[in-house]
């Protein structure tokens, strides 16, 4: 797995808003100019062949698999994700097409709409 760190320049207004509405101040408050902001990106990219998935306990329908490449998040470290073959990763994404399956069927039954043969 690589591990890719570099950071960007981004400009945030003088007035943002936050994921839940609340405004946000930068710290050039009354100038009305935007501010620039160095944010540290950490980029997570498998082998050649390989996958990345979650090396915690994760619920099968949460668990991502992917042969491309992962940006974390603020509260995420490289140590959260492992790589997988492939055989690996057709495993998990065949039990998650199971799995969802099931669910709908279940879904259709319980509104009447399924097949009720066993």
Same mark, same amino acid.
């Given at each position: 797995m690589k591990i890719i760190e570099d950071t960007k320049?981004?400009?945030?207004?003088?007035?943002?808003?936050?994921?839940?509405?609340?405004?946000? &101040?930068?710290?050039?408050?009354?100038?009305?100019?935007?501010?620039?902001?160095?944010?540290?990106?950490?980029r997570l990219r498998p082998d050649d062949g390989r996958f990345l998935t979650q090396s915690g306990l994760v619920e099968l329908a949460a668990r991502?698999?992917?042969?491309?490449?992962?940006?974390?998040?603020?509260?995420?470290?490289?140590?959260?994700? &492992?790589?997988?073959?492939?055989?690996?990763?057709?495993?998990?994404?065949a039990e998650q097409a199971r799995e969802a399956e099931a669910q709908e069927a279940d879904a259709l039954l319980e509104i009447g709409m399924g097949d009720s043969t066993p």
């Open positions: 320049i981004l400009e945030v207004p003088m007035h943002a808003s936050d994921e839940y509405g609340m405004a946000v &101040m930068t710290s050039r408050l009354g100038s009305g100019t935007p501010t620039q902001v160095e944010v540290a990106v950490v991502v698999v992917t042969g491309g490449e992962i940006l974390l998040g603020k509260d995420d470290c490289a140590g959260n994700w &492992m790589e997988i073959d492939s055989a690996e990763a057709e495993a998990i994404l």
